[in-house]
């Protein structure tokens, strides 16, 4: 199984800050990863898809880089809006895993 | 619009068995592979079983494997989820979700995109 570590596990920042989430793979999974953002007591939404692409509707701010093993998913300017917990997922390979997600708070 | 409804979780006693189904509307469903997802209270995201658009190909996670069994019926735009010989760690809100490819087997872009709602499964004596 592909294992994806995620760090930090939580994160705390102020509206304006930069925010960089890293995954690591345990193998190569070329850009065959995702990014989704879960609000509390709502389903995942999609941001990013293949590494690097921005979902249609989801705001600038948001980004996504890497591929191999390394990735980033990085916030630009934070918003209130964007309290969340965010997973990254691979699907290069059965089973499909997450991350353990980073829990993203306003300082 | 594309939407998933998902429905049939509750409270289940161990060794217990649920069906969860998950209706979709709003795009071709034979068109698309669908996922069931679950989430343990306070925990992060964990993929069950995956079916393609024909139903000719499965994929189980361990943890689940001989115990649920994913299905699907193209003419009713219908997902199921067969839950049996439940255990207390199964416990957790299972959300469907669509994905971008038809084959479990293509390589290439995918996605979940959308999810339902969730629908809480609770195992417990």
């Known amino acids: 199984d592909i294992q994806m570590t995620q760090s930090p596990s939580s994160l705390s920042a102020s509206v304006g800050d930069r925010v960089t989430i890293t995954c690591q793979a345990s193998q190569d999974i070329s850009n065959f990863l995702n990014w989704y953002q879960q609000k509390p007591g709502k389903a995942p939404k999609l941001l990013i898809y293949d590494a690097s692409n921005l979902e249609t509707g989801v705001p600038s701010r948001f980004s996504g880089s890497g591929s191999g093993t390394d990735f980033t998913f990085t916030i630009s300017s934070l918003q209130p809006a964007d309290i969340a917990t965010y997973y990254c997922?691979?699907?290069?390979?059965?089973?499909?895993?997450f991350g353990q997600g980073t829990r993203l708070e306003i300082k | 619009e594309v939407q998933l409804v998902e429905s049939g979780g509750g409270l289940v006693q161990p060794g217990g068995s649920l069906r969860l189904s998950c209706a979709a509307s709003?795009?071709?469903?034979?068109?698309?592979?669908m996922s069931w997802v679950r989430q343990a209270p306070g925990k992060g995201l964990e993929w069950v079983s995956s079916v393609s658009g024909g139903s000719g190909s499965t994929y189980y996670a361990a943890s689940v494997k001989g115990r649920f069994t994913i299905s699907r019926e193209n003419s009713k735009n219908t997902l199921w989820l067969q839950l049996n010989s439940l255990r207390v760690e199964d416990t957790a809100v299972y959300y469907c979700?669509?994905?971008?490819?038809?084959?479990?087997?293509?390589?290439?872009?995918?996605?979940?995109?959308?999810w339902g709602q969730g629908t809480l499964v609770t195992v417990s004596s």
């Open positions: 979700a669509k994905e971008l490819r038809v084959f479990l087997a293509a390589k290439g872009s995918n996605w979940f995109d959308p």
């Open positions: 709003g795009f071709t469903f034979s068109s698309s592979a």
């Open positions: 997922q691979q699907y290069d390979n059965f089973p499909i895993t």
